[in-house]
């Protein structure tokens, strides 16, 4: 797509000639979406405008009245969102823009489907003869984002002309708060891969609540076409159904697990008998016990499903990270179905950091690898496991960052005082040497995360082999003028004495800051005196706890942080506890709360159009104006 001030234009490129051809007549709505389905090479499926902008209601110079919400008695927790609607005008407005027709484009030749709507999704059957079609309906909610709006889904077919409605859906203003419960209605609606137009969804069998005492908590449907009979179940499961990967009439895969356990597990589903047998579960935090995904192909609807090999008995697995006591070392495995054993066919050479970008033939594993090193600029190669012949190189980048030549990184281990192992990878100027140059200013950048266990939580992550690359908001940068850096700074906050890992956080932050100033330090390569420490988003609110609660560092910087939980009362991160329950928590983890102690410069950067739920940008303005207040030094530089 292209946009202008007039509108948005979809254009169709032909690599052969390398020209790019508008094809829409009237402009594409992508208010909620781009929604572009192909139906076929020559036919795309996508919403237009009903009318143009300038025909947008006027904003009155009085409003007609006063804006009213109530609540008659039902319990509406909400994540906290940014940018909702707030009054009748806004309700008129988002109506007005959302509004789109559904057509059908042939060979530029535009065809309306249906009537306009506020559509949500719309999912093509694989057999292409039907349509699954979300649309958004009154009243609008003030609480929750479009996509938790009322809403219909129904079935249509090409011309738009209803086939069956399957769900009328309320506001997910409903939702029971807790990170595993949802809302007693039908969820996750989808076409069933393998089959010409079957849809599947879940409902819960807990009423919603995931602490109820059930065998099963979610059971999961289908119908197929021509949709005139009942609903069929296909199974159930033991936590909360995540999604299914099918691969065809005797094989299919169910995800289930539990956030607030972090937890995980897949089973093998058996479509034409219904069995259902689980094949492995693990932490989510586990990395070094993470299988891979299975390989997917094509199948006869053009949809991606599991592909199955050495005669159907075995998994292809495909783990672009690997994790492992060696640092991040990609693999391809065979996972069998009958031992549930994964055995590693491939896997990157220690020294370099390559994984599967794509599996060419699985049959006879030849692969597409994307390939780097420190000193190895990344480029792509095809590989051939079974004739072993030497990798073909497909792309011949250069390096991007000729600057950044000859800087030195390495993947460094050491200990909190409680025994929890970390790591981080650290960054050297280059021509630096510590015996001549001595300690130098360091920026720890990091990036605070919960595990149930400590074992998970001593994992090493990341590859010191990997080629050193400046992202947008990355602080490699600053290793070019002179500054050590430790960035992925593994910043655990760990489950302890049958506790919940907030309940000891900002010991725990100390803790693992401590660490690694002394590790920095005890290397020679960081000067205690001129440490500074920085974090995006939960990092940032690590960085402004870290400079309320201790001395350790002589700068701080904070970028779209939140740092009053009072204002995610229904639950931040993983802590799924909500303020009434843990008021003192709350209290405790926001920085907001001790802004009176900040007394460390501290830099915080906000976005002014930052509608990511819980870091709005009046978190850094408060914080500013409450370290301003107390006499603290600071900057904010809104964006």
């Known amino acids: 797509t292209n946009t202008t001030q007039k509108g948005v234009d979809l254009y169709i490129i032909d690599l052969a000639t390398k020209k790019a051809t508008k094809t829409n007549k009237a402009f594409l709505n992508v208010v909620l979406g781009s929604g572009l389905t192909w139906l076929n090479d020559n036919t795309i499926i996508y919403r237009t405008v009903t009318k143009p902008a300038s025909a947008a209601p006027a904003k009155p110079l009085m409003p007609k ?21 707030k ?27 249906g009537k306009p709507a506020i ?36 079935i249509t077919d090409l011309t738009g002309k209803p086939v069956k409605v399957i769900a009328e859906l309320p506001s997910s203003e409903g939702t029971p708060s807790g990170y595993d419960n949802t809302q007693n209605v039908p969820r996750g609606f989808d076409w069933r891969d393998d089959e010409p137009a079957t849809i599947v969804w879940a409902k819960p069998l807990d ?58 597990k897949v089973s093998r589903y058996n479509p034409a008998t219904g069995a259902v047998e689980e094949l492995y579960s693990r932490n989510q935090t586990d990395a070094y016990g993470n299988p891979g995904s299975p390989v997917t192909v094509k199948n006869k609807y053009g949809r991606q499903v599991i592909k199955t090999v050495d005669n159907g008995t075995k998994l292809l697995m495909n783990n672009p990270v690997g994790s492992s006591e060696k640092g991040d070392l990609p693999f391809l495995a065979k996972f069998d179905l009958a031992s549930k054993k994964n055995e590693i066919v491939w896997r990157s050479a220690e020294g370099t950091f390559e994984y599967v970008s794509d599996v060419i033939n ?12 420190q000193k190895l600029v990344p480029n792509y190669y095809i590989k051939n496991l079974v004739l072993r012949v030497a990798d073909q190189p497909i792309t011949n980048f250069a390096n991007p960052y000729p600057s950044l030549d000859g800087i030195t990184k390495e993947k ?28 130098l200013p360091t920026l720890i950048w990091a ?35 002179g500054y050590a850096i430790l960035d992925n700074a593994e910043m655990p906050i760990v489950a302890k004495d049958g506790k919940k890992p907030n309940d000891t956080f900002i010991e725990q932050l100390k803790l693992n800051a401590e660490a690694a100033i002394n590790k920095l330090s005890d290397l020679g390569v960081g000067d205690k005196k001129r440490m500074a420490v920085g974090g995006h988003s939960y990092g940032a609110f690590m960085t402004a706890n870290l400079l309320a609660h201790t001395n350790l560092f002589a700068a701080g910087i904070a970028r779209s942080g939140a740092y009053n939980r009072t204002l995610t ?30 007394k460390t410069p501290i830099l915080l950067i906000h976005g002014d159009s930052d509608d990511n739920p819980g870091t709005f940008p009046i978190n850094s303005e408060r914080l500013f104006n409450a370290i301003k207040g107390a006499g603290g030094t600071t900057r904010f530089v809104f964006l």
């Open 65 to 85: 009245g006063p804006t009213i919400q109530q609540n008659l008695g039902k319990a509406a927790p909400s994540a906290t969102y940014q940018d909702l609607i």
């Open 87 to 113: 009054s009748p005008f806004d309700e008129q407005l988002f109506e007005f823009f959302a509004t789109s027709q559904l057509v059908k484009n042939t060979a530029g030749v535009e065809t309306p489907i």
């Open 119 to 154: 559509y949500q999704r719309v999912n093509l059957s694989p057999d292409k003869n039907f349509m699954m079609i979300e649309t958004i309906r009154k009243p609008f909610s003030y609480l929750v984002s479009a996509f938790g709006f009322p809403s219909t889904v129904a």
């Open 207 to 264: 009423s919603g609540l995931i602490k109820k005492n059930v065998p099963f908590h979610d059971a999961v449907y289908a119908l197929s076409a021509p949709f005139t009979g009942a609903e069929k179940e296909l199974f159930k499961t033991q936590t909360r159904y995540r999604g299914v990967q099918w691969g065809d009439a005797n094989l299919a895969l169910i995800m289930e697990g539990l956030r607030s356990k972090q937890t995980s």
């Open 362 to 373: 699985p049959d006879n594993l030849v692969l597409l690898t994307r390939k780097e090193s």
């Open 412 to 439: 460094i281990s050491y200990k909190r005082a409680d025994g929890v192992d970390l790591t981080g990878d650290l960054y050297l100027p280059k021509g630096y040497n510590k015996d001549k140059d001595g300690p």
């Open 447 to 481: 990036y605070p995360r919960e595990f149930n266990s400590a074992a998970d939580a001593a994992q090493i992550r990341g590859s010191k082999d990997k080629f050193t690359a400046i992202s947008w908001g990355s602080p490699i940068y600053w290793v070019s003028r």
């Open 569 to 598: 009362p229904f639950g931040f991160q993983n802590e799924e506890r909500t303020y009434w329950q843990v008021p003192q928590l709350y209290y405790e983890m926001s920085p907001f709360s001790y802004a009176d102690k900040i």
